[in-house]
């Protein structure tokens, strides 16, 4: 019993010490990718970065998407948690999607806007490594079952699908962000319509 007792515990260091390996090449490939784009991002640099074999940085992340996507889960938690926390409170739905709109911006940001063009990318690619599943995304649930209580409460249409008007609802903000004006004005006035023109889809004219 004991025997198996330190097998398990020296496994158990195995994968924390993979998982920090893992995290600290994540947040390289963070840096390098923002300074040259996933595409042109120098993988000797990331791993010099991280202190580790190249050999290990493809070990963890077959593909520079595979990186893009390890990024998205790790934020989109964060992201999520914070959109909870606004939803400890009972908002109306116009102000749900002015919160989702508020923190897709904040991510922006903290990614950089040629780093968010490339995730956001992804999204899009036909060659991204996994199929996209929309329910595998916490602030997809989240934003679906506001739309499904609103819904339940009367204030939408009967036939409204909260699943797919809360999957169009983000595509269409990660999209108007990755093509809408240059300057932080339009596409302020672009976003702001583009929630409006949601709720004229989604609530009946009182």
């Keep these: 019993?004991?025997?198996?007792?330190r097998v398990s515990e020296a496994a158990t260091r195995r994968d924390v010490q993979r998982e920090h390996t893992r995290a600290r090449l994540l947040d390289a490939a963070i840096v390098e990718f923002r300074r040259s784009g996933s595409q042109m991002a120098d993988i000797n640099a990331i791993v010099k970065a991280a202190g580790v074999a190249r050999s290990t940085f493809y070990f963890h992340f077959p593909t520079r998407?595979?990186?893009l996507l390890e990024l998205i889960r790790r934020d989109e938690v964060q992201l999520?948690?914070?959109f909870g926390r606004f939803l400890d409170t009972r908002h109306d739905l116009p102000a749900v999607l002015t919160k989702i709109v508020e923190l897709v911006l904040d991510l922006e940001s903290r990614w950089g806007s040629?780093?968010?063009?490339?995730?956001?990318?992804?999204?899009f690619s036909p060659t991204r490594p996994e199929r996209e599943q929309w329910a595998n995304h916490p602030i997809f649930v989240l934003l679906a079952a506001e739309i499904e209580r609103s819904r339940i409460r009367g204030e939408l249409y009967d036939d409204v699908d909260a699943y797919h008007s809360a999957?169009?609802?983000?595509?269409?903000?990660?999209?108007l962000?990755?093509?809408a004006?240059?300057?932080n004005g339009e596409r302020d006035v672009a976003l702001k319509?583009?929630?409006?023109?949601?709720?004229?889809s989604l609530q009946p004219v009182g």
């Excluded at 999957?167 to 999209?175: D, E, I, R």
Aim: no cysteine; hydrophobic share 45%; net charge negative.
């Design 1 to 5: 019993m004991r025997h198996n007792g």
């Design 114 to 123: 040629a780093l968010f063009h490339d995730v956001i990318s992804l999204y």
């Design 193 to 200: 319509k583009f929630v409006t023109s949601t709720l004229r």
């Design 181 to 183: 004006g240059e300057s």
């Design 177 to 179: 962000l990755t093509t």
């Design 65 to 67: 998407e595979h990186v």
């Design 167 to 175: 999957a169009f609802f983000l595509l269409g903000v990660y999209a």
């Design 80 to 82: 999520a948690n914070e």
